[in-house]
């Protein structure tokens, strides 16, 4: 198939979804409450953030003023619009942004935030990258896909060394965080169903309309059934694999009189 028909699908099936990745209201908030000694009004970086659920979530946790940042146009477009219905532009603003090249002032966010993005740098650089925005005492909190056992089937095994070779354990997550000049905080395995209620189900929909659509077209139909995969996947594997949110701070320390 050619490469402009697939990216058309892709299209097609991500369009207007409510999430890009497994999150859900619960588990972010699980994940904030972690942060502890915030100001009142944190100032939050959230990174990656594609059609923004994460974003409002945010926003509706805590009293914070959130720079969301993505580099698809479409999904900074609606996320301003979105706000803007809200009236909460004044705290809640999209800007088109790559993660490995940010343009912010040093020391500006109290927490920098990423569901489902930080695997697109790999969490080493994310971190190293990342820290001069942070504010001392300032919070890294992310979301990764991770296995939950040692010992695996080779179905899924496969499945997912052919499609993210960089999985980890989380217990080898922790450790890398562990050795890193952040402080690691916590981590917490997202439920089944934040994979469920605001992305795979809404997918799943999307994936069986157009497979109706393109019932007629056999490489259309290919495309499909390879996202689809993934849910079939989830559906017989979930006690092997997951997501993890895991929380950094830059604990606060000078050299050579400044922060690092
Ligand atoms: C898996 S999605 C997660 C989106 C969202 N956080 C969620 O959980 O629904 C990853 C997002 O990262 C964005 N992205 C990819 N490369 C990027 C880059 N270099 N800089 C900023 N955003 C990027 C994609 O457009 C996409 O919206």
Redesign the pocket.
């Known amino acids: 198939m050619d490469k402009s028909k697939q990216e058309q699908i892709f299209f097609e099936i991500h369009t207007d979804l409510?999430?890009?990745?497994?999150?859900n209201f619960k588990s972010t908030k699980a994940a904030f409450s972690f942060l502890t000694e915030l100001p009142e009004k944190p100032v939050i970086l959230?990174?990656?953030?594609?059609?923004?659920?994460?974003t409002f979530d945010l926003a509706k946790i805590s009293n914070s003023i959130i720079t969301a940042?993505?580099?698809?146009h479409a999904?900074i477009d609606r996320l301003n619009k979105k706000a803007s219905d809200q009236n909460i532009s004044s705290r809640v603003t999209g800007k088109v942004?790559?993660?490995?090249n940010l343009q912010f002032e040093e020391h500006s966010f109290d927490i920098i935030w990423?569901?489902?993005?930080i695997?697109?740098?790999g969490i080493g650089k994310a971190l190293s990258l990342w820290k001069k925005f942070l504010k001392p005492n300032g919070y890294i909190v992310f979301?990764e896909l991770c296995w939950f056992k040692d010992d695996r089937p080779d179905e899924i095994e496969n499945y997912w060394l052919s499609n993210y070779g960089e999985i980890k354990t989380i217990d080898s997550i922790v450790k890398f965080l562990s050795n890193t000049d952040y402080k690691f905080i916590g981590s917490y395995v997202l439920p089944d169903n934040a994979w469920w209620d605001?992305?795979y189900t809404p997918l799943t929909n999307r994936i069986n309309d157009l497979k109706k659509k393109y019932s007629n077209d056999p490489e259309a139909t290919q495309v499909l059934e390879n996202e689809s995969l993934e849910m079939e996947m989830h559906k017989k594997y979930s006690a092997y694999y997951g997501y993890s949110f895991f929380v950094v701070k830059n604990i606060l320390y000078y050299h050579n009189s400044k922060y690092k």
Do not use: F, T, V
């Not at 409510?18 to 999150?23: I, L, N, V």
């Not at 990423?114 to 993005?117: D, L, P, V």
């Open positions: 409510p999430r890009e990745g497994p999150g959230d990174i990656g953030c594609g059609p923004g659920k994460q940042i993505d580099n698809h999904y942004g790559d993660m490995n990423a569901e489902g993005s695997y697109l740098m979301s605001d992305y």
